[in-house]
């Protein structure tokens, strides 16, 4: 929702987008579309990032108290979808 909000601060500034600024949002909202400049967003994977927190948090929640927990690295593939703002 921040890219949307800077699409109508910077044409209210009159800066053309994208020959000046290029505006992209990391959400992936499908609103980006229907902007009357449709914005550039990242997709991300919602539904394997909601699975990975799961169990991440089931893991903790059934180990041991007294073991130290190191941090957990995963790499999801995202989807670039262009539009006008880029």
Known sequence: ???????RYLKEAGIKIPDQVKVMSL??????GM???AMTSVEL???E????IT???VHDIESP???KKKPVHH?????LIERETT
């Open 49 to 52: 990032i909601g699975e990975l």
């Open 65 to 67: 108290k007294n073991i």
């Open 55 to 57: 169990r991440n948090i």
């Open 45 to 47: 994977p919602s539904q």
């Open 35 to 37: 902007l009357e400049t």
């Open 27 to 32: 959400t992936g909202h499908s609103i980006g």
């Open 1 to 7: 929702m921040h890219g949307i909000g800077a699409i």
């Open 75 to 79: 790499e999801l593939g995202v989807t």
